[in-house]
């Protein structure tokens, strides 16, 4: 029975781990009453491996293996429910934190760690099918929010959604930042949004920062109530609560795709860790302010729901032992990594060849050839031609798209 409180977020789980609607989740209801329990546990599995993923790849920086890290320490219950919301053909767009976005769409998250290596200018080649339409990650604040309406744009030109075809019909989702919601980037693409009214989600992860600056500074009013401005709907979600983001973002993506309109979610959540590995937020946050996010944590009440429900201590087990073990294969290839040929550097900054290109790349081979033999393997790099400029990438990952 929902609380009637006219609060706006829309809520299952509450912090405490209870199924608890709230008064704006009704609607979203039929959405969460499909999931199986083996789609819960999914969930509880995703998140606890993310996180696993995480901790090791911010301790890898701080041993030197990584130039950076981005960590997503507590915004995984907004990432892995609105990722498993998504259909195989529908795009994803997103910033640069969506680490559990990018496993749930099949990419390697060791592809992840070569980027933040400064190994790659990508990381992973968007079109091949075992990325399912996962985009690149996109540093440039908000200009993802551009590319995101440019193509649901192009699906609708191309008439590839609203067609009844559950299989077929595409839709666009794009996440960002409370801070990038103040770009202009995001304000043109949700203005086109909703004038050609594409298919498409925008899905805010409010974290409360955008480095040192909190929310507060962004935006007068919750970043929600800005969709009314454009014409879309906007909801507020609860992001810490996996089942909400879940509900919410399959009921926009369906909307979408069945020729709706767009909308925006605003996730509430928060970054528990560091902006990046270059950052200290004790210099510009209380620890107040924190352990209020820590008290409610995303994975911690799914677990209190799981057991409530009766699931064992071995699932628990298991799980654990799962994020040990990626991570320590994690740990196991970056020790193994090698550095790839300095020409591959040039590969697929154009699409066709380029005159300039070519001329930095045989530049930059003669001058790895200058150190002679004894050098590095890199050194001995034959002068690339127009074509191989362009083809040199493709690894067994996938290519560095
Ligand atoms: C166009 C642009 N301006 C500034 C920056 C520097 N910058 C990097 S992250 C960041 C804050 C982004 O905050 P938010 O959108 O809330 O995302 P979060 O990092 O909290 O996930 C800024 C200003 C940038 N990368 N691109
Ligand atoms: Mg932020």
Do not use: C, L
């Given at each position: 029975m929902a609380k009637s409180t006219g609060d706006p977020m829309v809520q299952l789980l509450a912090p405490d781990g209870s199924l608890a609607p709230s008064e704006r989740a009704e609607e979203f209801l039929p959405y969460f009453e499909q999931l199986t329990d083996d789609n819960i546990k999914r969930f509880f599995r995703d998140m606890s491996v993310i996180r696993r993923f995480d901790t090791e790849a911010t301790n890898l920086q701080r041993q030197g293996q990584l130039a950076l890290w981005i960590p997503s320490h507590g915004q995984e219950g907004a990432q892995v429910g609105s990722a498993h919301a998504t259909r195989p053909q529908d795009h994803i767009f997103p910033a640069y934190r969506e680490h559990a976005i990018a496993m749930i769409r099949g990419v390697d998250l060791f592809d992840l760690i070569r980027l933040l290596r400064g190994l790659?200018?990508?990381?992973?080649?968007?079109?091949?099918?075992?990325?399912?339409?996962?985009?690149l990650y996109t540093l440039?604040?908000?200009s993802q929010s551009l590319h995101a309406t440019g193509y649901a744009m192009g699906i609708k030109f191309d008439g590839d959604y609203a067609t009844g075809n559950y299989e077929t019909d595409q839709a666009v989702i794009v996440y960002f930042g409370d801070g990038a919601s103040s770009q202009g980037d995001v304000h043109e693409a949700m203005v086109f949004a909703a004038s050609q009214q594409t298919p498409q989600v925008f899905f805010v992860q409010n974290n409360h920062w955008a480095i040192s600056v909190p929310v507060s500074v962004q935006a007068r009013v919750p970043l929600f109530r800005r969709a009314d401005g454009y014409g879309m709907p906007g909801v507020q979600i609860d992001g810490n609560d996996v089942f909400a983001s879940y509900a919410v973002t399959a009921k926009l993506m369906d909307d979408a795709r069945q020729g709706r309109g767009p909308s925006m979610i605003e996730a509430e959540t928060y970054r528990i860790g560091a902006h990046t590995s270059s950052d200290d937020p004790t210099k510009y946050r209380d620890d107040s302010e924190l352990s209020s996010w820590i008290a409610r944590d995303p994975i911690t009440r799914l677990e209190a729901y799981l057991r409530d429900k009766g699931v064992e201590q071995a699932f628990f087990d298991e799980v654990a032992q799962e994020g040990a073990d990626y991570s320590a294969d994690i740990r196991h290839r970056i020790v193994a990594i090698e550095n790839p040929d300095p020409a591959s550097m040039f590969s697929h900054v154009y699409s066709d060849p380029h005159p300039l290109m070519t001329e930095q790349a045989a530049w930059l081979a003669n001058y790895e050839a200058?150190?002679?033999?004894?050098?590095?393997?890199?050194?001995?790099?034959p002068t690339p031609d127009a074509n191989s400029v362009q083809e040199a990438a493709p690894t067994a990952e996938g290519g560095d798209a």
């Open positions: 790659t200018h990508g990381g992973w080649n968007p079109n091949d099918p075992r990325f399912r339409n996962f985009h440039v604040i908000g200058s150190f002679g033999e004894q050098e590095s393997a890199s050194s001995n790099a």
